[in-house]
C-alpha cells in the first residue's frame, strides 16, 4: 500500500540535495583518513624496533610471518620482515640479504646513502619511517628491512604470490577483437589496459577500501578527457567507503550507486579491457581492484547495459541486427510470459480461431489455471539454471539437456503442463540469454515476475500500467550527476543515434555529450583522409 501510496500521492522533494555533475563541491575529508592516527615512528635502536614488529605480528604464534635476523661486516644488526608465500624468496636471497652480507663497515650516514642507491640490486625500494605504511607494505605483499642506527625502513616490493594467468573472456565472449580478460592481480589489470590507452594523460590513481582487508586498487581515467567533477565524485564516493571487508568490484558497486535497491544496475562491470579502454576514451572513469578479476566503469546508463564488446568490432549493417536481435531478445524474456498469460485470459477475441481451438485442446486436461501453469514451469527453469550454474561444467550441460527436454516432455505427458507452455518458456529462456550483462539478466528476471502478476490481474491494462511506472522511475533516476535514461531526452542528439543503433566508424565525431568532458571531440569531421581530394586534382 505505501508503495501505491507514493506512486498516486504527491510527496515533497527531499532535503538533501542529489549530486549534480556540474556543480558538486570538492570533498572536504575523507572518512578513512579520518580515523586512521599514525604514531608510531621506526627508532634507531634495532632492539625497539625488532620488539615492535614481534609484537605487533604476534611472532612467533603467527606461522607465516618471517624475520630473518642479520650481521652485517662492522657489526652492525639489521633484520628484514615478509610474509612466506607473498613474496618472492630468490628476489630477497639474491637482491637483498647477498647485498648486505657484501657491505662494508662505514658510518651510519654513508650506509643508508650507499644501500639506498648503491648495494640492494632491487629496481623498487624506498624509505619509509611510519610503521603503519610499513605494515600496510609488508601485510601487501612487500617486505621491510630495519638497520641499528638508522632510523628508518628500506621497503622493497617483492611481491610474488600465485595467481591465474590471463585467459579469454568467459562471460563477454566476441569472436572478433582483443581475446584477454582481466585477472586477479592489479598491476596485471592496469598493465592490460595501457596496453591499449598508451598515453601519459591515463592517471592510475591509488585507493584503497576495508578497514581490515584494505584491498588496494586504482581508480583510472584520462585527465585530458575526464571531467573532473565525475573524477572528484567518484573517488568521494569511493574514499567514503566504510566497511571491514571489500574483495571485489561488485561489492564496490553496491556501495557508490544511487540506488541500492533499483533492479537495473547503474554502473557496469567488465571483464574485458577492451571495453574499459574505451570507457575511458569516451570519458569514463574506471576501478580496478587487486584480487577481483573484474574493472568497475562509472557511470553507465540503460542503453550502454545492452551493448557488447562485438559491437565495436563488427560492420554496421551486422552490429545493428546484432543488437536489434538483442532488444527482441530481452522483450521476449521480460513481456512473453505476460503477454501469453493476459491474451488468454482476457482478451482470447485477437486470438485466430484454430489457434484458439489447438490453445484450449492442449489444456483440456490440465488441472492448474494457466497462471499456477506459467508460475510453476517458469520456477522450474529458474532452478535448472541455477543448478546448471552451480554444478560443475561436465554435470551442468547435462543437466539442462535432462531437466529441458526429459522433465518438459515429461510434464506434458503427465498433462501437468500444455505444450505451448513449454514452447513460451523455452522462447522466454533463449530471449533472456541474449542479454549482454549478466546483473541485467537478473533485473529482467525479476521483472518478468512482476509484469506476469499484473497481467494476471488486470491483463494488457496491468501490463501498460508496469511499463509506464517502470518508464517513469528510470526517467527520474539519475547516477552520479548522469540521467539513467541519457541521451534520450535529446531525440535528435547523435549521442541518442549511437545508444540505439550502430553509427559508422567515420562518423563517431563526438563523445558522449552527457559525460560533459573536456575534449568532446573524438575524432575530426572528415576521419578518412584518403577521400580528401588534392587541389591539384
Request: charge should be neutral; include cysteine; charged fraction near 25%.
Amino acid at each position: 500500500m505505501n508503495v501505491i501510496k507514493k506512486l498516486f500521492t504527491y510527496s515533497p522533494p527531499p532535503q538533501s540535495e542529489p549530486f549534480v555533475l556540474t556543480r558538486e563541491p570538492e570533498p572536504e575529508y575523507d572518512v578513512r583518513k579520518e580515523k586512521r592516527v599514525q604514531n608510531d615512528y621506526v627508532s634507531d635502536n634495532i632492539e625497539k624496533n625488532l620488539a615492535y614488529i614481534k609484537k605487533r605480528y604476534n611472532v612467533p604464534l603467527n606461522n607465516d610471518f618471517v624475520i630473518r635476523e642479520i650481521k652485517l661486516d662492522n657489526g652492525t644488526g639489521a633484520f628484514v620482515i615478509f610474509f612466506d608465500g607473498m613474496v618472492e624468496s630468490e628476489y630477497i636471497n639474491n637482491n637483498i640479504i647477498k647485498s648486505l652480507l657484501e657491505l662494508a663497515g662505514q658510518d651510519h650516514g654513508e650506509f643508508t646513502e650507499n644501500l639506498y642507491k648503491s648495494f640492494t640490486t632491487h629496481s623498487q625500494a624506498m624509505t619509509e619511517k611510519n610503521m603503519d605504511n610499513i605494515v600496510d607494505e609488508v601485510n601487501f605483499g612487500s617486505c621491510a628491512l630495519f638497520v641499528n642506527g638508522v632510523d628508518c625502513a628500506f621497503i622493497f616490493d617483492v611481491r610474488g604470490w600465485e595467481h591465474r594467468s590471463i585467459d579469454k573472456p568467459e562471460n563477454e565472449q566476441s569472436i572478433y577483437g582483443p581475446q584477454e580478460a582481466f585477472a586477479e592481480m592489479m598491476r596485471t589489470n592496469t598493465a592490460l589496459v595501457r596496453k591499449i590507452v598508451k598515453t601519459e594523460k591515463l592517471i592510475a590513481q591509488k585507493v584503497e577500501i576495508g578497514n581490515v582487508s584494505k584491498t588496494r586498487g586504482v581508480m583510472l581515467y584520462i585527465s585530458d578527457i575526464a571531467n573532473e567533477k565525475l573524477v572528484k565524485e567518484a573517488k568521494r564516493r569511493i574514499d567514503s567507503i566504510c566497511t571491514d571487508y571489500i574483495i571485489s568490484v561488485e561489492q564496490v558497486q553496491m556501495f557508490v550507486e544511487d540506488k541500492t535497491m533499483l533492479l537495473t544496475p547503474q554502473t557496469l562491470s567488465t571483464e574485458r579491457p577492451d571495453l574499459a579502454a574505451r570507457a575511458l576514451i569516451e570519458g569514463r572513469v574506471v576501478l580496478i581492484l587487486n584480487g577481483s578479476p573484474r574493472a568497475l566503469i562509472m557511470p553507465s546508463n540503460a542503453f550502454e547495459l545492452t551493448h557488447t564488446a562485438s559491437d565495436e568490432y563488427l560492420k554496421v549493417p551486422f552490429a545493428t541486427m546484432s543488437r536489434f536481435i538483442r532488444l527482441f531478445g530481452i522483450f521476449l524474456s521480460v513481456l512473453l510470459p505476460a503477454l501469453y498469460l493476459a491474451i488468454t485470459l482476457y482478451h482470447q477475441e485477437i486470438i485466430p480461431t484454430y489457434l484458439l481451438y489447438s490453445i484450449s485442446a492442449s489444456r483440456e486436461n490440465v488441472p492448474f489455471p494457466t497462471i499456477v501453469e506459467l508460475l510453476l514451469m517458469d520456477v522450474s527453469f529458474e532452478l535448472i539454471r541455477e543448478a546448471g550454474i552451480r554444478m560443475p561444467s561436465p554435470i551442468g550441460s547435462t543437466l539442462g539437456i535432462v531437466g529441458g527436454l526429459i522433465l518438459g516432455q515429461a510434464a506434458v505427458s503427465a498433462k501437468i503442463v500444455s505444450p505451448i507452455m513449454i514452447i513460451i518458456i523455452a522462447i522466454t529462456g533463449i530471449g533472456s540469454f541474449s542479454t549482454a550483462d549478466y546483473s541485467l539478466g537478473w533485473a529482467y528476471r525479476i521483472l518478468r515476475l512482476w509484469f506476469i502478476l499484473l497481467a494476471s490481474g488486470f491483463g494488457f491494462f496491468g501490463i501498460a500500467v508496469g511499463i509506464v511506472l517502470y518508464s517513469l522511475y528510470l526517467g527520474k533516476m539519475k547516477t552520479f550527476g548522469v540521467p539513467f535514461l541519457s541521451p534520450s531526452l535529446k531525440f535528435r542528439s547523435k549521442s541518442m543515434v549511437s545508444a540505439i543503433m550502430i553509427n559508422n566508424i567515420e562518423r563517431r565525431e563526438k563523445r558522449p555529450g552527457f559525460l560533459k568532458t573536456k575534449r568532446p571531440d573524438a575524432e575530426p569531421e572528415i576521419s578518412r583522409r584518403w577521400q580528401i581530394k588534392n587541389k591539384e586534382d
